[in-house]
């Protein structure tokens, strides 16, 4: 398995390495949409698990104690993994969505309106 890091590593590199790993285990039968969508919302919870009960800056503390960021990391890893299996069972193409997501978000939450302040754009 690679340990590179972000800035050497595209995505398309970790959608096979991740392919390769669920067909050598015989694993792409179980990986359906329905399946990998919970999957990432399991994983996502356990994340959460982590915060519960902290506020702001409890969050931010229990995110940079040694022990607890390497299980958080792991979880994050889960989702991630999940996340681009689920990308490659469904055939879509995680940059294009997040571009497209990005645009979408950009003219939801235009910089004057948005800058600072946490409301939904439809309080804005």
């Known amino acids: 398995m690679s340990t590179r890091k972000d800035t050497q590593t595209t995505l398309q ?18 990986h359906t949409p329905k399946n990998l969508s919970m999957a990432i919302a399991a994983e996502a919870a356990e994340l959460m698990e982590h915060f519960l009960w902290k506020d702001g800056p409890g969050s931010i503390d229990a995110s940079n104690h040694p022990a607890k960021r390497k299980k958080i990391e792991e979880e994050l890893a889960d989702i991630l993994i999940f996340s681009l299996e689920f990308a490659n069972i469904a055939g879509l193409d995680v940059a294009t969505a997040i571009g497209e997501k990005m645009r979408a978000n950009a003219k939801k939450y235009p910089v004057d309106k948005a800058r600072g302040r946490a409301e939904k754009y439809t309080e804005l």
């Open 13 to 30: 590199e970790l959608k096979r390495q991740i392919s390769a790993f669920a067909k050598e285990r015989d694993w792409e039968q179980f």
